[in-house]
Each structure stands twice: as structure tokens, then as C-alpha cells.
């Protein structure tokens, strides 16, 4: 029980310290005028996919820069990079001991790298994971979940942190449907119960299905500015 | 870089106290002369699935056992209760804040409801994470991880330690291997480089695939009176 209680003090000091550094970092998304998105799955759900597809749709109507968190490789930069607009990689392993989530330091620690005021919508990518993302605020204005249909019904009551406080689910990889045993009723109920009202996007990184969808959601939440 | 410093220390003390407690589960073990596999992979990667399998092909021959962990929910516990083996939840939401991996304390927390005198092979099921549940011994003699092919072929470059501490890998849900782009060879190459001479074998708790083939090399490791 001592270590335990321990622990929570650790643990509510460095959430704190998160807290205030994440609010440093909205102050300066705000001076310069960037909304700000964090992108949250498991690994492997499509993030970098439905990216790329969002990109595409978006490039020649916004100014976007993307901050991209691993524990290692810039394979996800690499993918990226033919896009020719500011992107800063973030790697959590080297200078943090391989954490599994980035923190509002980790990207104070990338913004240098990154012309903000020039950048109307920054999207960040984070580690590949359901449970310490959701934790640590970073700055952003709305968080995206993107949740694949090949993981199962029952995930959102067995993470509810991670889906209670995502601002939008995108249920991606939908193309797979109908290979899998999977209840999309089901699926929606738990995430209704853990997260009511919730809006969601059924969407294929790979057809493309629901990618018009998302970016209409993404323009509406724009400041009136940069709504086309 | 004084946080980054002060995490470090931070971390390394949590780890040694780990593998201090870790050492205490293995004395443990060794005293009950149980086999303990941790069982490791993404969110919804097949785990539970190909533990049902695996039960239904040996819990005739082995006097078995299940440590289940999870963030919340008793979900993967109530489904495998019909086997009607010794069976403990651990949950790492209520008493640890919330953790993404099992540690060897809370292994320890469960141990006292299961009977290990009669348990020659417990298996773990940790939390579903790439990233942490690596970092933690829990006194296992052997780590096993699940992937499943919809994750996509760089995944052993992104998460290396995951993979670096497996055993054995079962690349599972291979039945979808026609409806995905996924490249079989490249995800392999990349196994075989952060982990050079790694086993795996091609799983599907759906079709069966493969369940023969990893019980066998399950039952291979048992000591030798436990073997058939």
C-alpha cells in the first residue's frame, strides 16, 4: 500500500508538471494563431495512413505542419515528407528512457523546429498506444482518436480513459469489415457508454471512404479565419 | 535536461525495485516448480483468442493456469472462466493509477488467489502496449509475444524492445493475410533484425493455424516432467 501511495504522489506531481507546461504550449499555439490537433490509437490503427489521405485532401486550402512522436525510427516523417510542409519527428526513446507516450515537454521540445506562425493547423501524431497518451495534455485543441475495427468490440470498456476523451473517433480500416467477426453495434454502444454523444466516422484509409467526412468535421472546427 | 536527468534516476530505481520483486516471483515459482510464460502484444492483437486455443489443446494435458491483466473490466477473465482453471484478474486501473503494463508487484498482488502448487504452466496475459510491458520482468521463464499482420510490417523497428525480448513471436490473424497489404517478407526481415534468430510461427485462433505448432514449442520448454 506505501509504494503504491507512493507512486500516486509521483504520479499526480508529474501530471501537474505536465499540466503547466501543457498550458505554456497552448499559449504559444495561440499567439501564433494554430489550431492544434492530437492524433491517439493503438499501434498499427491507421494514424499515419488516414494522415497521409488527410493531407492530400487539406495541403492546398490550409498552411499544416505535423509533429510526429515514435519511441524510434522516422518512418512515419519519412512518409510523410512528399507533402514538402513543416514536420518535426520527436523520438521518445533517446533523451526519455523509451516512453510510450508523449508529453507536453516532449513537444515544447520539438516547436523550435517548427515555423508556427505560418502554420494554421498542426497535427500531431502520437505514440502508438491506448492507455498513457490519453493522459498527458500537450496544448491541443481537440483530440482524434483513430480506432481500428480489427481490435476488437470490446476496447473502449477496457480503455475507457483513451476514448472518454477523445473530442472524435475515427473507426477506421472499415474496408475489412466484412473478413472480420466484428459487431459494429456492438462496438458503438461500449463507446457511447464510456463517452456519450460522442461523434464518430466510419473511414478507410485505404478506399478513402470517410476522409471527405473527417476534414468537414476538422474545417467546421477552425477558427472562423481559416474556414474556407 | 535536469527533468530529463531526474526521470532517468526516477525510472532506473522503479526498475531495480521491479527486478528485485521479480526475482521474489521467481523464487516463488521455482518453489511450486510452475512454468510461467508473459504473454505480450498490441490492443486487441489476438491474445485472449489464441489463449482460449491454446486451452482448449492443452488444458487436458497440464495442470494450467491464468494470471489476466488488464487496465478494467474482467472481460478477457469471463471469457476464459469455462475452462474452469485457476484464474485471477488483475486490474492495473483502481490501486496503481492506471498502468499500461503489468509489474512484478502486481503480478505478486494476484499470486495469493491461485493454488501454485497445482499449476504447472501459468500464463500471463499482460496489457495490451508495445512499448512498456517489455521494460518489466515479472519472473516469467519465457516471453511470448502476439502480432497481428493488420498492425503493418515496420512495427519491430518502431517498438524494437518489445520484439527484442520475445521468445517466441506468433504472427497471428494470417487468415487475413488476401484481404491486406501487408508484406510477410519485409515484417520478417525486420523481426530477424532487431531480433536476429527469433522463433515465430504463423498463427490464427480463428482457423486453428498454428495452435499445434506453438503448443508443441510450449510444451518443448516445460521442464522434462512436465513433458508428454
Not at 188 to 214: F, K, Y
Request: charged fraction near 25%; proline fraction near 5%.
Amino acid at each position: 500500500m506505501h509504494r503504491t501511495a507512493v507512486k500516486k504522489v509521483v504520479r499526480e506531481n508529474v501530471l501537474d508538471a505536465n499540466d503547466a507546461l501543457a498550458q505554456a504550449n497552448r499559449t504559444r499555439f495561440d499567439r501564433a494563431g494554430t489550431y492544434v490537433i492530437n492524433m491517439m490509437s493503438s499501434p498499427g490503427a491507421g494514424k499515419t495512413a488516414l494522415l497521409e489521405r488527410t493531407l492530400e485532401r487539406l495541403c492546398t486550402e490550409l498552411r499544416l505542419g505535423i509533429l510526429e512522436g515514435d519511441v524510434q525510427t522516422t518512418l512515419d516523417a519519412d512518409r510523410l515528407a512528399r507533402f514538402h510542409i513543416p514536420l518535426v519527428q520527436v523520438n521518445t526513446d533517446p533523451g526519455f528512457g523509451g516512453e510510450c507516450h508523449l508529453d507536453a515537454n516532449m513537444v515544447h521540445s520539438g516547436l523550435p523546429e517548427l515555423p508556427l506562425d505560418e502554420i494554421d493547423l498542426l497535427i500531431i501524431e502520437n505514440v502508438g498506444n491506448l492507455v498513457c497518451p490519453a493522459e498527458f495534455k500537450v496544448g491541443e485543441d481537440v483530440r482524434v482518436m483513430v480506432y481500428s475495427i480489427t481490435e476488437g468490440e470490446e476496447k473502449p470498456l477496457k480503455y475507457p480513459l483513451m476514448f472518454r476523451s477523445a473530442d472524435l473517433v475515427l473507426v477506421n480500416k472499415v474496408d475489412l469489415l466484412e473478413h472480420l467477426d466484428f459487431d459494429m453495434q456492438q462496438f458503438l454502444g461500449h463507446l457511447e457508454a464510456v463517452n456519450p454523444g460522442v461523434r464518430h466516422i466510419l473511414t478507410s484509409a485505404r478506399t478513402g471512404q470517410g476522409v471527405e467526412e473527417w476534414c468537414a468535421w476538422l474545417q467546421q472546427r477552425l477558427p472562423p479565419r481559416l474556414r474556407e
